[in-house]
């Protein structure tokens, strides 16, 4: 009815249900019933009234990351690739380009296409990282991406450049400030490796700065290992 088209609190709601019907949906494989959803939310915000409400906006950030770890996982990346181009699109509105929630789901739909895409996963990384270089949780979240592609592509044969040992000991530095030394090995290992390797390249600045840290947080650098043969 015309008197409830722009009550908020009905939209949100509508929004969240989409979410969880679009969750189900994927679960199911139904790619129609997706497309369906995503258009009722293409609907809901060509509203005036909803086009610039935040939690609509991350309600349909949420249906995007869903999609997008379900379709990676089936190796659909024109559909991945279509979900990150509908957070750009969200993220490149005014109001919401500044909102931490939605710059996290972001970052959480480019992890699921570090592997296939990772020269275009590191760019997006370290767009983050420049814009919420104030943000704790994105430094965090965004440095994870940028040391699994430098662990990647610095055990393949192929000369691979995406991340820089620099760029990625920056990262790995944020990875252990945040996770310690105590953290689990899977993740403090590639971390020390990442920050040994900066420091063999050049002993001087941020890479000595950060090698002193693990020091003195009680790393002994003989301790960890070499990295594991190149393959292809």
Same mark, same amino acid.
């Given at each position: 009815?015309?008197?409830?088209?722009?009550?908020?609190?009905?939209?949100?709601?509508?929004?969240?249900?989409?979410?969880?019907?679009?969750?189900?949906?994927?679960?199911?494989?139904?790619?129609?019933?997706?497309?369906?959803?995503?258009?009722?939310?293409? &609907?809901?915000?060509?509203?005036? +009234?909803?086009?610039?409400?935040?939690?609509? $906006?991350?309600?349909?950030?949420? #249906? !995007?990351? @869903?999609?997008?770890?379900?379709?990676?996982?089936?190796?659909?990346?024109?559909?991945?690739?279509?979900?990150?181009?509908?957070?750009?699109?969200?993220?490149?509105?005014?109001?919401?380009?500044?909102?931490?929630?939605?710059?996290?789901?972001?970052?959480?739909?480019?992890?699921?296409?570090?592997?296939?895409?990772?020269?275009?996963?590191?760019?997006?990384?370290?767009?983050?990282?420049?814009?919420?270089?104030?943000?704790?949780?994105?430094?965090?979240?965004?440095?994870?991406?940028?040391?699994?592609?430098?662990?990647?592509?610095?055990?393949?044969? &192929?000369?691979?450049?995406?991340? +820089?040992?620099?760029?990625?000991?920056?990262? $790995?530095?944020?990875?252990?400030? #945040? !996770?310690? @030394?105590?953290?689990?090995?899977?993740?403090?290992?590639?971390?020390?490796?990442?920050?040994?390797?900066?420091?063999?390249?050049?002993?001087?600045?941020?890479?000595?700065?950060?090698?002193?840290?693990?020091?003195?947080?009680?790393?002994?650098?003989?301790?960890?290992?070499?990295?594991?043969?190149?393959?292809?």
């Amino acid at each position: 009815a015309a008197a409830f088209r722009e009550d908020p609190e009905i939209a949100l709601r509508e929004a969240m249900t989409v979410v969880n019907v679009t969750n189900h949906a994927v679960v199911l494989g139904d790619w129609s019933r997706v497309d369906a959803m995503l258009a009722r939310l293409d &609907a809901l915000r060509s509203v005036a +009234t909803f086009r610039e409400d935040r939690d609509i $906006a991350l309600e349909e950030a949420k #249906a !995007a990351f @869903n999609v997008t770890i379900a379709a990676g996982s089936t190796g659909d990346w024109s559909r991945v690739c279509a979900m990150l181009a509908r957070l750009d699109a969200l993220r490149s509105t005014a109001v919401f380009r500044d909102n931490r929630e939605i710059a996290l789901v972001q970052i959480r739909a480019i992890q699921a296409m570090t592997h296939h895409a990772p020269e275009d996963s590191a760019r997006r990384a370290q767009a983050l990282l420049l814009q919420f270089h104030d943000d704790s949780q994105v430094q965090f979240e965004a440095s994870l991406i940028l040391l699994s592609i430098y662990t990647a592509q610095r055990t393949s044969a &192929a000369q691979l450049n995406f991340v +820089t040992t620099t760029a990625a000991a920056n990262a $790995a530095h944020v990875v252990f400030t #945040a !996770a310690g @030394n105590d953290s689990a090995e899977a993740l403090r290992i590639p971390v020390l490796q990442v920050i040994r390797d900066c420091y063999v390249n050049d002993p001087s600045g941020d890479c000595a700065r950060h090698y002193e840290l693990c020091r003195r947080a009680g790393v002994d650098f003989n301790q960890v290992p070499d990295w594991p043969q190149s393959s292809s």
